[in-house]
């Protein structure tokens, strides 16, 4: 999780430079194939106090729902949740700065609970805030980011958009994780990036658009530091047969197509909802 890495090894380091130095407004180098894209910008990204995250809508969200803000269950301020741990409905007075399309902070959002968390199987959290979709638009002319109901295709163009340095990088979905091993942590069907996308610490949660759609298909959770196997900041992939595989250098992305089945009436997460294949509690 060197793209968080913040609640428990790297916390000090990342807070440190998120206070003492201002973040650049920095564009990688994209080889991403051609393809006629959406604008993306920083709009309904946010900073968290360690990770980068998103206000995120599932079509079916209503402008009257309480908003939602997704990052990863590694950046979650109680820590990194064990091995098979899921956090439901925890409150939560956590703060957001939202950003505009330009990357300047235009608001402070709170939480009011943790809706859902994990490291198991995939790494999110969702948090529900005290503002409304229409609130946040009304008042700040920002609107929720939406999550895709489709799997993304191998050679999809994306851009992940960093809220805590304001920061894009831009490459392309190279493949898919079968198994994504580190440390005691596995996760499933993981996107891996080609190499531009070269994320850093701080980076962890920012949400993986879709350059054609506009709408999110991944969250932005880990790479490879040091080219070690299967160690903390060192994942590993696994194929169906138990080979391992390490690419030294290169980041991953955790999908988010399954979140989408299970938000229900009211942008409330119900994990018996038809479709819902995310860790119970």
Not at 63 to 69: F, G, K, Q, S, W
Not at 154 to 178: L, P
Request: glycine share 10%.
């Amino acid at each position: 999780m060197k793209k968080s890495l913040v609640g428990a090894l790297f916390g000090v380091l990342l807070i440190g430079a998120a206070t003492a130095a201002p973040a650049a407004a920095l564009d990688a180098p994209s080889d991403a194939p051609a393809t006629k894209a959406k604008a993306v910008n920083f709009a309904g990204t946010v900073a968290l106090s360690n990770c980068s995250g998103s206000v995120v809508r599932v079509p079916d969200s209503q402008p009257t729902d309480p908003a939602l803000v997704m990052s990863n269950g590694h950046c979650l301020e109680s820590g990194f949740p064990g091995p098979g741990e899921v956090v439901v409905d925890q409150p939560s007075s956590r703060t957001f700065s939202l950003l505009n399309s330009a990357g300047s902070k235009v608001a402070t959002l709170r939480a009011s609970k943790v809706a859902y968390g994990t490291m198991t199987d995939t790494d999110v959290s969702l948090y529900e805030l005290t503002s409304t979709y229409q609130q946040i638009e009304s008042s700040y002319g920002i609107k929720a980011l939406e999550l895709s109901a489709a799997r993304p295709a191998q050679g999809t163009a994306i851009s992940v958009v960093s809220g805590y340095w304001k920061r894009v990088y831009n490459c392309s979905v190279d493949g898919f994780a079968y198994r994504l091993k580190e440390g005691e942590w596995t996760w499933k069907d993981s996107v891996r990036y080609t190499s531009t996308c070269d994320t850093i610490g701080g980076t962890s949660g920012s949400p993986v658009l879709d350059q054609s759609t506009g709408k999110v298909v991944a969250v932005n959770n880990t790479g490879n530091e040091s080219g070690e196997r299967c160690t903390d900041n060192n994942p590993c992939e696994v194929d169906e047969s138990g080979n391992v595989t390490v690419r030294e250098g290169i980041n991953y992305a955790q999908q988010t197509y399954g979140i989408v089945p299970c938000v229900g009436i009211g942008n409330k997460i119900d994990l018996s909802a038809a479709g819902c294949e995310l860790p119970k509690p």
